[in-house]
């Protein structure tokens, strides 16, 4: 821990010259008396680096000192910095780390292009969540993290989203994707590529048998083809056919439109309605396209198929008889 704190003393100096102690104490979360004994520290192994008190006072590298460091283009530098949020990392238990990395980086950054890394970095935040909704409550990521990077297989209780009781797989990890929040283990069972949303994952014990990771995989192009497999599985999906007022297209399209595929029919002749425009959408099936579209009311109207017309017009017959009595006292 401190040759690792010592390093990245280091290049805070580097980077940014003349710092007081307890800018450096803040950054480095200890104490100012660490802080004198490190540079001592550093000082005693031949590096120039002293302290000076008073108003004006800091630590500070002796001008015109270096560590030899590879230097990066500020086009590189600032893609580095942008995709830093705090969202996959923390799931991960690596902020702290991510934080010091980027600290070291930073040295490594020519002067010039120093600003313009810490500005991408403070103008551009990647969220990785989905709107309306938390990160999920993951208990087994730490344990599924240590079997991938120790290629160790794992025994899971894992149950599948149609299935009314968990089950037990062996399975060999082969790493894990973040999607929309979401983490998933890509993995083999029975030597067959799958993936489990680790949320599913009831219980995980990590093995001492080494995991069979084919030579040469891809993760990303397992990842893809998992993912196109799983969409395949979902058939057609539920195409309709719905009548969209111009006054709320845009707030249908914010609320619907990242839920299916939606291609408007601009031009389409004999509009049920003036100033409309007929949107040809797929859900993934009847029950999303009703619960979707219930919440426009009158304004959005279902044209096609017309057993979704049925439903929505049994469903709001229901609810205008629900409301239509005084709620019973609680």
């Known amino acids: ?37 490190d540079i001592d520290a550093l000082s005693a192994s031949g590096v120039p680096v002293y302290s000076e008190r008073g108003r004006h006072g800091g630590c500070v590298l002796l001008p ?5 460091v590879t230097g990066l283009s500020a086009a590189e530098a600032r ?21 010091s990395g980027l600290r ?8 010039a292009a120093r ?26 990521l730490g344990a599924l993290q240590e079997a991938v990077w ?25 790493g894990l994707v973040a999607k929309a929040g979401v983490w998933y283990l890509v993995g083999a069972e029975g030597g067959e590529p799958r993936m489990f949303r680790a949320s599913r994952v009831e219980a995980v014990s990590v093995t001492d048998e080494p995991a069979a990771r084919p030579d040469g995989l891809d993760l990303e192009a397992l990842w893809t083809d998992l993912r196109r497999g799983f969409e395949a599985r979902g058939g057609p999906g539920y195409p309709v056919r719905v009548v969209v007022p111009n006054r709320i297209e845009a ?15 601009r031009e389409a002749a004999g509009l049920p309605r003036a100033a409309s425009i007929v ?52």
């Open 1 to 37: 821990m401190q040759a690792d704190r010592l390093l990245s003393l280091l290049f805070l100096l580097q980077a940014r010259g003349r710092v007081s102690a307890r800018e450096l104490a803040a950054e480095l979360e200890v104490s100012k008396r660490t802080i004198y004994r």
């Open 115 to 140: 600003p313009d890394a810490a500005r991408a970095a403070d103008r551009v935040l990647v969220d990785p969540r989905g709107w309306m909704r938390e990160g999920e409550e993951v208990a087994a």
């Open 150 to 174: 120790g290629d160790r297989r794992v025994r899971l209780r894992y149950r599948s989203s149609d299935a009314d009781a968990a089950r037990n797989a062996l399975v060999d990890p082969y």
């Open 79 to 99: 893609a580095l910095f942008v995709f830093t949020g705090r969202g996959v990392p923390g799931d991960l238990g690596m902020e702290a780390d991510l934080r």
């Open 64 to 68: 015109g000192y270096r560590t030899e």
């Open 251 to 265: 707030l249908f399209l914010r609320v619907v439109g990242p839920r299916t595929t939606a291609r408007p029919e």
């Open 279 to 330: 949107y040809r959408m797929t859900f993934p099936a009847e029950g999303a396209a009703v619960a979707a579209l219930l919440g426009f009311g009158p304004d959005v109207e279902a044209v096609e198929p017309p057993s979704l017309r049925v439903r929505l017009g049994t469903a709001g017959a229901a609810i205008a008889e629900l409301y239509d009595t005084p709620a019973a006292p609680q």
């Open 104 to 111: 070291k980086l930073m040295a490594a950054v020519p002067a």
